[in-house]
């Protein structure tokens, strides 16, 4: 059951990858260039070499609890540069202060604050089960 578990945090996170690239691909105000391409790439390489660790064997390089652990700290690269991409919804104020802040709908914070998190909790558990050998 733990590594079913498993299985399923780590598709979530990739679906949570894969939206926030088709996301940020959409006009309007975004967190600079380098958070949003840090967030991308470090989940490209964070799920690759964490798939291919859960898939090949500890005898191979890529199933190595090496690969384990640096494919958790890609996901980890994730997480904080999520938190940085969710820190625009915060209101502005100020002079120049706009955009980000007024979008609503399912494109607005609250999708932004939902998937972030759940990423959060997702690595979290992951990490966990790293540690205590469910994987």
């Not at 967190?31 to 070499?49: D, E, S, Y």
């Amino acid at each position: 059951m733990g590594q079913l578990l498993v299985y399923v945090a780590t598709a979530l996170v990739a679906l949570v990858v894969l939206l926030t690239r088709l996301r940020l691909r959409e006009p309007g105000p975004h967190a600079g260039r380098f958070v949003p391409l840090l967030h991308v790439t470090a989940g490209i390489i964070g799920l690759v070499v964490w798939i291919l660790f859960l898939l090949l064997p500890l005898s191979s390089p890529l199933g190595s609890s090496l690969a384990g652990v640096v494919g958790l700290f890609f996901l980890w690269l994730v997480v904080v540069a999520g938190i940085f991409l969710m820190v625009r919804w915060l209101p502005s104020r100020g002079k120049h202060a706009g955009g980000a802040a007024g979008r609503r709908g399912p494109s607005g914070p609250a999708v932004s604050i939902v998937a972030h998190l759940g990423t959060l909790v997702l690595v979290v558990w992951l990490t966990w089960a790293y540690v205590t050998a469910i994987v």
